[in-house]
């Protein structure tokens, strides 16, 4: 009995919609106006969450996936703008005003995360209360990512690049280990794949990183902090600072 009560705790406890720091900072009266609108789904690497100029339908609350944030050219070829894991929200526009985006949301780590239809969300974030607070609030965050990210892709060669990637997405899984091919990190980089093969060579030779197959193991994290840019700093700290509630709510989110 004492085993089919734990293997229901944590199963309970897996789905909880305060895996995700934004969810986990609302005051009880504002999540309890939400809660049941919350659906758990399962996110598969790869999946595209919507598409440029598609009108949104929901917003997406990431647990344990993560949701790249792409720009897409007329001929094709995509760079990432943003990334977003436990910390935000995939959906902006729907609260912003605008419906719809240029650019698309794509699955980059598989996962739990939780949907909230576009009328529940629109209702809620027009009530001004703790919602809408949280939400502008890390808008202002993922602008200055993606401000960032743009920076950073400008002025700063690949293997910085690639540690800032990495680092963010440290930042955002429990492990050390990601699944992830280097034509598929080109891709959200916006470079080559011979400039990520290069540059991982490099990573890997120093001892910061095993790159296997599609799998990328982290063994220096301190080593990949001391390679990349300062961008991987302003991301954190300004997120950090702007977020700052999300962090005190979390720690005590896991009470019943």
């Not at 609350?61 to 943003?82: K, M, Q």
């Not at 894991?85 to 995360?113: D, I, K, N, R």
Request: proline share 4%.
């Amino acid at each position: 009995m004492a085993s089919t009560r734990s293997r229901a705790a944590s199963v309970d406890t897996f789905h909880d919609p305060r895996k995700n720091h934004l969810l986990a900072a609302l005051p009880p009266p504002d999540f309890a106006a939400i809660a049941a609108s919350l659906e758990p789904v399962t996110l598969r690497l790869g999946d595209a969450l919507y598409a440029s100029g598609v009108p949104l339908q929901h917003a997406y609350f990431p647990g344990t996936a993560i949701v790249s944030l792409h720009y897409v050219t007329t001929s094709g070829a995509s760079s990432e703008t943003a990334g977003v894991g436990h910390e935000g929200v995939v959906g902006v526009p729907l609260f912003m005003g605008g419906g719809s985006t240029p650019g698309s949301a794509v699955v980059q780590t598989a996962g739990l995360a939780f949907r909230l239809s576009r009328t529940v969300l629109q209702r809620e974030f027009d009530r001004a209360g703790a919602l809408q607070r949280l939400l502008l609030r890390y808008t202002q965050a993922l602008i200055a990512q993606t401000t960032q990210t743009a920076a950073c892709n400008r002025y700063h060669s690949v293997e910085q690049q690639l540690c800032r990637w990495l680092l963010l997405t440290l930042d955002r899984i429990p492990s050390g280990e990601l699944t992830m091919t280097q034509e598929l990190i080109g891709s959200m980089l916006g470079v080559r794949r011979e400039g990520i093969t290069e540059a991982a060579g490099k990573l890997q030779a120093a001892g910061h990183i095993r790159y296997r197959r599609g799998h990328i193991a982290v063994l220096n994290r301190a080593g990949l902090n001391a390679r990349a840019c300062e961008c991987y700093g302003v991301v954190k700290k300004e997120t950090g600072r702007l977020m700052v509630s999300t962090h005190h709510h979390d720690a005590s989110s896991n009470h019943p």
